[in-house]
């Protein structure tokens, strides 16, 4: 049963290393057994190319919608404790990882914090994040300080993304 403080929330998801869907789909089980956490959605899986180096593997991307009464740092710490157990190690900048978990969205709220930057810096300019999230959340949700979603996905090219079969 929901309560009044449950907030909507979008988690991005990714990787590129050791069976990248494998990681995906038991991140998304991890994520919905968090307590204070509900799964409302969960996108397909994208394939995309890696922004930043070249030389890596491509990347499998979800969207998955929550509610929860965590506070945004609570939910981030939550994300980090899982992307560690996946064994993340961060070797270079915008390089290969095993999980990364992103918060995208969180409610209508704007937050600028040293660690935590919500909604998640470039989300405009990533299709593997904004495509997905169409998918779950409809164009027209708000992405605040930003706009539409459709407004956004006008302005950001496929980037050779594509949908794998469910
Ligand atoms: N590139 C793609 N395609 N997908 C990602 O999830 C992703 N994540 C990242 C960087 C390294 C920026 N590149 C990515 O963090």
Not at 60 to 72: E, F, G, R
Not at 78 to 103: F, K, S
Not at 105 to 125: F, K, M, N, S, T
Not at 141 to 161: E, F, H, K, R, Y
């Amino acid at each position: 049963m929901k309560t009044a403080a449950e907030i909507e929330a979008y988690i991005g998801l990714g990787s590129n290393l050791e069976q990248p869907e494998a990681q995906i789909t038991s991140a998304r089980k991890e994520i919905a057994a968090l307590p204070q956490v509900a799964e409302g959605a969960f996108s397909s899986l994208y394939r995309s190319a890696p922004m930043g180096p070249q030389d890596q593997p491509d990347y499998i991307n979800a969207v998955m919608k929550i509610s929860t009464d965590l506070s945004p740092m609570a939910l981030l710490q939550a994300l980090q404790r899982i992307e560690n157990r996946h064994g993340r190690v961060r070797a270079r900048r915008w390089g290969e990882r095993t999980l990364d978990l992103d918060i995208l969205c969180y409610g209508d709220q704007q937050i600028e914090q040293p660690d935590l930057i919500i909604p998640h810096v470039g989300i405009a300019e990533r299709a593997f994040v904004l495509y997905p999230l169409a998918e779950i959340a409809g164009p027209d949700l708000v992405i605040p300080g930003q706009g539409t979603l459709s407004q956004l996905l006008t302005a950001c090219p496929l980037n050779g993304l594509s949908r794998l079969p469910a």
